[in-house]
Nanobody, 127 residues
Framework: QVQLVETGGGSVQAGGSLRLACVAS????????AAWFRQAPGKAREGVAA????????EVIDSVKGRFTVSKDNAANTFYLQMNDLKSEDAGVYYC????????????????????WGQGTQVTVTS
């Protein structure tokens, strides 16, 4: 029932910033939470961040703490991932995913419990 579309990817120099957006259609109201995953070339997909639609409770993995921030704007039906001080190891395709109400917890970042996925957006980090 929900479509997710990511935008905001691109190429940035190491130390630079990008903000990814994930727009949910028709709205975020039917979603329990959303998360960001990424996949670098030759590596497995990994969860990066998660946030619940109601309340705050943003979480990011240890490797991006202090650099990445996940947020939301329910009025705009949008989830965000602000990425600062980007490093080469942050490069990859970033995906937005979401769990519908009644589903499982978002913070485990278990990709198999997510109901909806965006198409992905490429993030490239240059030296």
């Amino acid at each position: 029932q929900v479509q997710l579309v990511e935008t905001g990817g691109g190429s940035v120099q190491a130390g630079g910033s990008l903000r990814l957006a994930c727009v949910a259609s028709p709205s975020t109201s039917s979603l329990k939470c959303a998360a960001w995953f990424r996949q670098a070339p030759g590596k497995a997909r990994e969860g990066v961040a998660a946030i619940y639609t109601k309340g705050d409770q943003p979480e990011v993995i240890d490797s991006v703490k202090g650099r990445f921030t996940v947020s939301k704007d329910n009025a705009a039906n949008t989830f965000y991932l602000q990425m600062n001080d980007l490093k080469s190891e942050d490069a990859g395709v970033y995906y937005c995913a979401a769990i519908s109400w009644g589903g499982e917890s978002c913070y485990s970042l278990n990709e198999y419990v997510f109901d909806y996925w965006g198409q992905g957006t490429q993030v490239t980090v240059t030296s």
